[in-house]
């Protein structure tokens, strides 16, 4: 279990379907303890600590039985795709039931993470429009996420259309506040 020591810069996805980077697994003064310092790529991107134990832990499936994923914090990959842009992949248990189609290492768009990291909305509305087409619902969940937005049900296009929406209130409503 403690060689998933998670190394700064890394990607995971927590059991509730949050994504979190890493900025560095500390030592406290005092008692020595690991502790691993992560951020939040969602909300106010808040900034946590929680012992390196129990970060790499499985998850307590009798609390949660409904959980597929087996630790409680599991690395997503970051892996180059062919256009040189970064493109995820679930470090996930290989023994586990998948979702996706047996056997197969299906890899999120390449624009998801520009979309997470974009400093303005008009940069995520543009990826946003160049995702259109190209991204399906495991995509989706994470946008919801990263945006701290309910889910919503319907096709793809609709759920595209209704964050695009929502981008462009938020941008509407910024662009007219007072400073």
Same mark, same amino acid.
């Given at each position: 279990? /403690?060689?998933?020591?998670? @190394?700064?810069?890394?990607?995971? @996805? ?20 690991? !502790? ?21 832990? *499985? ?8 959980? @597929?994923?087996?630790? #409680? +914090? ?26 996706? *189609? ?26 946003? /429009?160049? /995702? ?5 619902? #495991? ?29 462009? /209130?938020?941008?509407? +409503?910024?662009?007219?506040? !007072?400073?």
């Amino acid at each position: 279990m /403690m060689e998933r020591i998670p @190394k700064p810069g890394e990607f995971y @996805k927590h059991f509730k379907n949050k994504w979190y980077q890493i900025i560095t697994v500390a030592t406290h003064s005092e008692t020595g303890e690991k !502790l691993v310092i992560y951020q939040a790529l969602y909300g106010d991107f808040g900034v946590y600590a929680r012992p390196l134990s129990m970060f790499v832990s *499985e998850v307590d499936h009798e609390k949660y039985p409904d959980v @597929k994923q087996k630790y #409680r +914090f599991e690395r997503v990959e970051m892996a180059e795709s062919s256009a040189g842009e970064p493109a995820g992949k679930t470090d996930h248990d290989p023994t586990a039931a998948s979702v996706d *189609e047996p056997g197969s290492e299906q890899e999120l768009s390449p624009l998801l993470l520009p979309f997470v990291e974009a400093d303005s909305i008009d940069r995520q509305l543009e990826l946003l /429009m160049a /995702m259109t087409g190209k991204i399906g619902q #495991r995509e989706l969940d994470i946008l919801y996420v990263a945006l701290d937005l309910p889910q919503r049900g319907g096709s793809v296009e609709e759920q595209i259309h209704a964050i695009r929406q929502y981008l462009e /209130m938020q941008k509407r +409503f910024d662009g007219g506040r !007072l400073r």
